[in-house]
């Protein structure tokens, strides 16, 4: 049986890239006319929860961009946490490690490597071997779908 859940976007973009915005004042949104500056280094790590993946997952909300509904963030995954497979249907992501390291397809990957990952393609499991940081951002808003893609023509 293939599980699958929705978040309806721009949760995942906004919730656990970017987290949500307090006001129109807020710097993370900022104006789009404008630089936006964050001082991530000084942020506080928030804890990530009520989404499909498992518990563990902090986050440093950068930028939410209301245009487009895409965003950027740090994540940190605790050394052993494994992020499901999963994939998205409305945008793509990047992401780049800052520091640590991913097991992703039986290799291993650590600071410096950068993956794209489009709509529609399923990604993950991915393994922290150690306590990782990842720079990552999205094209628009996330919906969240775990496991495999559906057969074409069922459906989605």
Known sequence: MKMTHQILAPVLAVTVVV?????ADDPITGLEEAMVHVDAAAKAWDKITGTPFPDGLERKRLHANKATGGGAGILKFPEGYIEPRHY??????????????????????????FFYAPKN??????????????????????????????P???GQ
């Open 88 to 113: 998205h249907t409305t945008a793509g992501h990047s992401v780049y490690i800052l520091k640590g390291s991913l097991k992703i397809g039986g290799e291993t990957y650590g600071p410096g490597n």
């Open 19 to 23: 987290g949500t915005a307090s006001s």
């Open 121 to 150: 393609v399923a990604h993950g499991p991915n393994e922290a071997l150690e306590e990782t940081e990842i720079l990552i951002w999205s094209d628009g808003p996330l919906d969240l779908h775990m496991g495999d893609l559906p």
């Open 152 to 154: 074409a023509g069922d």
